[in-house]
């Protein structure tokens, strides 16, 4: 399963957005993490095996954070176009 996931931290102090990246790139199931502008401070693409699987993401990247303001999960339902390169 996939996940499309939506953050927005309580504070972004320079040491609370290095925390937070810190924890998320030691997270296997976290494909790709961006710090963006807009309604959230980071989107990221997270897999897992099933929604018991999520649940335990869910509590160790968000539920357990008290800088977690709120988050906000899209499941993916259709892979339309998946990746990385960059056009010449």
Known sequence: MSFVILVELERQSVRKLDAFRLMVFKEERVQQCYFV????????????????????LRYTLFTNDPNVRRFRTSVVTERTKVSLEVPN
């Not at 502008?37 to 335990?56: H, K, P, S, V, Y």
């Open 37 to 56: 502008t807009g309604d959230g401070d980071f989107t990221l693409i997270c897999t897992a095996r099933d929604m018991e699987d999520f649940e335990d």
